[in-house]
């Protein structure tokens, strides 16, 4: 027979639990212990014997077993079970029987739940940085939540984009109630489309309690598919037909060819772009940044590709021409590609080496001539002058 006090038990309070033990055999119980066994969320009080010993029990008798039972803060409203062990020649000689009862808990504690997820912009995508995430953290317990602060935990592919971005203080969330959590995160580049696990944990203080108490809550990323491009090649110089080029060649960060651009030619610079995302990029067009101290200039700095699927490639062809006093050196062009996603335009920013390697050669042949000419004047000067 179980009896306990206060009914219902309050989250992070305690009871007074009280267990009869009672003889109903004929002879005497030579050795009567019991063992409460608490678990969540139920424990015994620091003080509190887990095991106890009246010794003998007289048959048709009974023994009373006190216990200070603490019920966790984190409990939630209804039932819980607690189960005692009992036996009448002691616990370690053999044969007990366990007793399960039911404890009635009432909970005045914050409960908490996550209600929408909302990003800026809505789609998340590979390569996107300084979305805004936004997280709705309900109250639907029966108490009040004070100091209460939360930490976005991300999955592989995800980083705050600053530090500190991933926490927020939400202060006191009152019961039946609700506080949003503003998070800025990056997602990096090559991150495959899918659902990844979020993780919000919540750091609170409740009525009951003089510390803080935790709460690990979860929840869907959803990445969308979406182009993504990279420049497979890079060619500069003359095309002298569809299978034939004889130039600059740029693969990756490794140049095949060397460069032959001089100074006051004219070329072609063809870039050769691939889609390695995951969806189809429509309407496709890269458009090239003049720079003023650039000594080169192009006769258009757009060009028109159209649609590329996943894993299909494309040419961007332009037309320069090289100013016949360049520095020999090599320059960075940056890029813009453009694109269509449904009903949505995409951006995204590359750069590009172009490397003027030679002098004009037309320009010091005719240097050469004019210098032969002041030597020789010069000389005929001098030998008249020694004539006379």
Partial sequence: MVKYEPFPAEAGGYFDLFVKAENLGFEVAENVECELDPYFPFSLDPNEEARKSVGKLPAKDYALFEYKVRVDPNAVDGDNELEIRCSDDGLDN???????????????????????????PEEIKAGLEDVKLTVELQNIGEGDAKLTTVKLQLPEGFVPSTSYSNYYNLGNVEKDSLKEAVFYIDIEENLKAGTYPGVLE?????????????????????????????????????????DSFTGYIVKGSEVVSPSTISQGSRGELRITLSNDGEEEAKSVSVKIFRDSTHPFDFDEIYDFIGNLEPG????????????????????????????????????????IPFEIAREDLGNVLIYIPVAVV???????????????
């Fill in 312 to 351: 299909e490639s494309s040419d961007a062809v332009f037309d320069f021409e090289i100013e016949g006093n360049a520095i020999l050196k090599k320059y960075l062009i940056d890029l813009e590609i453009r694109y269509l996603e449904g009903n949505e335009v995409g951006t995204e920013r590359a750069t």
């Fill in 202 to 242: 919540v750091r609170y203080k409740n009525a009951n309690s003089q510390e803080y108490l935790e709460k690990i809550l979860f929840f869907d990323l959803n990445v969308k598919p979406s182009p993504s491009f990279v420049i497979e090649e890079v060619r500069a110089g003359t095309q002298t037909g569809s």
């Fill in 94 to 120: 053999g044969f007990s029987v366990v007793e399960t009862f039911v404890i009635n808990v009432e909970s005045k504690n914050p409960q908490f739940e996550i209600g929408l997820v909302k990003s800026l």
């Fill in 374 to 388: 002041v030597i020789i004047a010069a000389s005929i000067v001098l030998w008249k002058k020694r004539k006379k």
